[in-house]
């Protein structure tokens, strides 16, 4: 299938600091893409390149089959985008804002394409209030409006649910879902909440300090062959000796008093308890973890590791 | 371009700031015309008191022309910080505010928007000067009517008759316009350097007074320098009050001053096409 985008090694440094270095990656139609990373891992920079805010110092950006770059700016009419913070014309009504942003585009928006957005993100109603009488979530909501207003292929979201609360992050995960589901969009959406990616993105790509540390399909990043396994133990002390001498050791990543942690095939998780129990020791529970968070921070520490031993 | 442009200019008229500049202009002429018409026939007497040995002046001679121009006078350095007040804000205001790195991520080309903030910024200018010309002039004529009027000068006065003053007043208003606009190239210049919009007004306004003290200064030091600097030719707009019209003066200051207005406004589009806007 031919990619909406495909970025080809751009590197950007910020006085001496690499903010992303020789990064590569494609986005298909109808992908969610998961864009993760901490703070600072390059990822705002990265969108930032991508809409033509920030220039690259090396590499190439591709919309829809043809180089991008600040005299194409034409291609962002395929891209709705709303970077960091949903700022906009407070002293403004939201339609004020609405039109204005519909306005900057090639091609003539018809109000009802304005009222059917507004009614898509749920701000019908209160259109004509100021916008600096609107809550955070409120913003947020007029943002992907403006950002959808043009009917774009690509919606480019940052850190979308920053700042909400509870249902207005439960909102826009659901506003994520539907765009991709009934109204055939592809989604670029970032975020340090990673629970909020796992549960909305399709394929994504892990970001530490501004470069790719792992990318694919959110099945085959999950890896299913290694998995946390939190062993309860009473009492922990005793056995971490036996453990020592045993063949267990070097998978053992983690002890507490009463809970030891091992990173082990799925497969050994009977035998692991078999040998626990031979050994006398008292085996309170038995959980195994496999969220996208757990193998997103093992990802990144590797990397860090990595990076110190060099 | 037409629909940004309009765009463009119904963001400038909603904001109350934008407001403020007519305020002042009102304000100041008001004053202005209240303390004229309560004291001006001793101020006039005042800066008559070296000639009037010689002349004997008579009729009405504090008139809505004479009161106009002296308004204008004291208008010389507001005007241009009023200017700025909106020119200045014009990228810089917008970074601040977070939405210029909305309004670029939109298909619209960074020249195509430095343009039309700046077209747009003009066309504020020209209102501007249109109310000051009406505050300042007709509003001084309903008050004080007509008369011939009396330029005075440091080394000389000049009567005009009042039926040769109100085309002067057009080509001067039409010259300040055309001072001002490069005002407002100036602080957009600024402002693309900028992430709010304090920082360009404040430092457009250090520049006028600077190169105004500048251009005042008849020190032999600064004499070479003193025919290029901009706001030497701000002035030009007071030949139109001179006896003989110094047309070749007025038309190589306009031609000054258009040159610095396309030079601010080419480095404006120079700078902002590779700035990288991390707002």
Redesign the interface.
């Known amino acids: 299938m031919e990619p909406i985008v495909e970025i080809q090694n751009i590197t950007k440094v910020f006085k001496k600091i690499n903010a992303v270095s020789d990064l590569s990656f494609s986005i298909h139609k109808g992908d969610v893409y998961g864009f993760l990373g901490q703070n600072g891992a390059g990822k705002s920079t990265t969108m930032?390149m991508l809409?033509?805010?920030?220039?690259p110092d090396s590499g190439r950006i591709i919309i829809n089959g043809q180089e991008f770059n600040?005299g194409k700016?034409?291609?962002?009419?395929h891209?709705?985008?709303?970077?960091?913070?949903p700022?906009?014309?407070?002293?403004?009504s939201g339609w004020?804002n609405l039109?204005?942003?519909a306005?900057?585009?090639?091609r003539s928006i018809p109000a009802t394409r304005l009222h059917a957005v507004l009614e898509q993100v749920g701000l019908k109603g209160r259109e004509k209030d100021k916008v600096k009488t609107y809550s955070y979530g409120m913003k947020q909501r007029l943002?992907i409006a403006?950002?959808l207003v043009?009917e774009p292929d690509l919606l480019?979201l940052d850190e979308p649910t920053n700042g909400l609360d509870p249902q207005g992050i439960a909102d826009i995960r659901e506003l994520i879902r539907s765009l991709s589901r009934d109204h055939g969009k592809t989604v670029l959406v970032s975020s340090h909440l990673l629970h909020e990616i796992e549960q909305v993105a399709t394929r994504m790509l892990v970001l530490h300090k501004g470069k790719k540390i792992a990318e694919g399909m959110l099945s085959d990043l999950l890896n299913p062959n290694e998995m946390l396994v939190q062993v309860g133990v009473i009492p922990a002390g005793q056995v971490q000796a036996r453990i020592a001498a045993s063949s267990w050791q070097p998978m053992l990543v983690g002890a507490s008093a009463d809970q030891l942690t091992f990173k082990l095939h799925k497969d050994n998780i009977p035998e692991l308890n078999r040998w626990l129990v031979m050994n006398g020791v008292n085996v309170t529970e038995i959980r195994s973890k496999h969220s996208l968070e757990d193998h997103f921070l093992s990802l990144t520490n590797d990397q860090a590791t990595a990076t110190r031993a060099i | 371009m037409i629909r940004l442009l309009q765009l463009e200019l119904y963001k400038i008229f909603r904001r109350p700031r934008t407001y403020i500049s007519f305020g002042v202009v009102t304000a100041t002429a008001i004053i202005f015309q209240l303390a004229m018409g309560s004291g001006g026939k001793e101020f006039f007497e005042f800066g008559m008191q070296d000639i009037s040995e010689q002349f004997n002046v008579q009729g009405n001679i504090i008139n809505g022309y004479l009161v106009a121009y002296l308004i204008l006078q004291s208008l010389l350095i507001q005007i241009p910080l009023l200017v700025a007040l909106v020119a200045g804000d014009t990228l810089a205001g917008e970074a601040n505010i977070g939405t210029l790195r909305l309004v670029l991520t939109r298909p619209i080309t960074r020249t195509q928007l430095v343009l039309i903030k700046f077209a747009a910024s003009t066309i504020y200018t020209i209102l501007l000067i249109t109310w000051l010309a009406v505050i300042a002039l007709f509003l001084s004529l309903a008050i004080f009517g007509e008369g011939d009027m009396i330029n005075l000068k440091s080394d000389a006065f000049v009567m005009i008759l009042k039926d040769d003053v109100i085309w002067r007043y057009i080509c001067a208003f039409g010259f300040a316009i055309l001072a001002m606009t490069t005002i407002a190239a100036l602080s957009m210049f600024l402002s693309a350097f900028a992430d709010n919009g304090i920082g360009p007004i404040i430092a457009t306004m250090g520049i006028v007074v600077v190169l105004t003290i500048l251009s005042s200064l008849e020190l032999p030091m600064f004499n070479a320098i003193n025919p290029y600097l901009f706001t030497a030719h701000m002035v030009g707009w007071k030949g139109f009050f001179d006896a003989d019209v110094p047309y070749a003066a007025i038309r190589h200051s306009a031609f000054i001053l258009l040159l610095y207005t396309g030079g601010f406004l080419g480095g404006t589009l120079y700078y902002f096409n590779r700035k990288d806007i991390n707002s």
Do not use: Q, V
């Not at chain 1, 891209?79 to 913070?85: F, K, L, Q, V």
């Not at chain 1, 700022?87 to 403004?92: A, K, P, R, V």
């Open positions: 930032r809409l033509g805010l920030i220039f600040n700016r034409h291609l962002l009419r891209i709705g985008a709303i970077i960091e913070r700022d906009m014309y407070g002293y403004l004020d039109k204005i942003f306005a900057l585009t090639d943002g403006i950002a043009h480019i």
